[in-house]
């Protein structure tokens, strides 16, 4: 069965204390992981996509990287405007032709000052 | 460039009630979707369009309608409201299949 599992389901961390979030997957024929920044009372707002094994890609202070079974959102030196919730979704195909995306349900990050 | 907009940003229903929440884009990507969000839950694909003139279900269709008006506007309609519809409802666009989806600020329902 296809699913996304995110860890841990809430963080909280000093201003400048780095960390990792996780998105441990399962889909057949993985076209795409795609992370989303989620703050209150809005919709997500795309981060980044991944699309294979060994592949980076870092945007200020946030790092996403992807393996065979999972993928890592490294914070690195947090502020508290980095406090949101972080969602990943993963894209896989269907032997039909069809996509479906499948959304975990999100890691809610706090960073005190 | 407002990229996916929905109205109401909040409604509040009776049980019984219908209405309709509307979504339009200004980005002219062929594909868009209806998700609902609960908590400790991902998104949840209601009902989506690849493109206009198509629509399919998606996981959680039951309760639910849709029209793709035309290329800009996709909306979900609820018929008769229950209060396992209370919600958090996003429409999301998007181009390409394999790209990322742009998503609206969301609509807070609640059924009462």
């Known amino acids: 069965e296809d699913q996304v599992t995110q860890s841990p389901e809430a963080l909280r961390l000093q201003e400048g204390e780095s960390s990792s979030l996780n998105c441990s997957y399962t889909?057949?024929?993985?076209?795409?992981l795609f992370w989303y920044r989620q703050d209150p009372g809005k919709g997500p707002e795309f981060l980044f996509t991944?699309?294979?094994a060994g592949e980076e890609k870092e945007k200020e202070r946030l790092k996403a990287t992807l393996t065979k079974k999972e993928s890592f959102l490294h914070i690195t030196a947090p502020k508290p405007e980095d406090s949101a919730t972080y969602l990943c979704?993963?894209?896989?195909?269907?032997?039909?032709?069809?996509?479906?995306?499948?959304f975990g349900a999100g890691t809610r990050l706090f960073v005190k000052a | 460039n407002a990229g996916v907009t929905q109205t109401p940003k909040f409604q509040v229903l009776k049980t019984g009630q219908s209405m309709t929440l509307q979504c339009a884009q200004d980005?002219?990507?062929?594909?868009m979707y209806w998700y609902r969000q609960d908590p400790g839950m991902g998104l949840r694909l209601i009902y989506y369009?690849?493109?206009?003139?198509?629509?399919d279900k998606g996981e959680v269709p039951n309760g639910y309608n849709v029209s793709r008006l035309n290329k800009r506007e996709f909306s979900l309609r609820l018929e008769s409201a229950a209060p396992s519809q209370t919600s958090v409802y996003f429409c999301?666009?998007?181009?390409?299949?394999?790209?990322?989806?742009?998503f609206g600020q969301g609509t807070r329902l609640t059924v009462v």
């Open positions: 999301a666009a998007r181009g390409a299949q394999w790209t990322e989806a742009f």
């Open positions: 369009s690849a493109s206009e003139g198509t629509t």
């Open positions: 991944l699309y294979s």
């Open positions: 979704a993963v894209q896989g195909r269907y032997n039909t032709g069809g996509f479906k995306t499948i």
């Open positions: 980005m002219n990507h062929n594909s």
């Open positions: 889909v057949s024929g993985l076209r795409g």
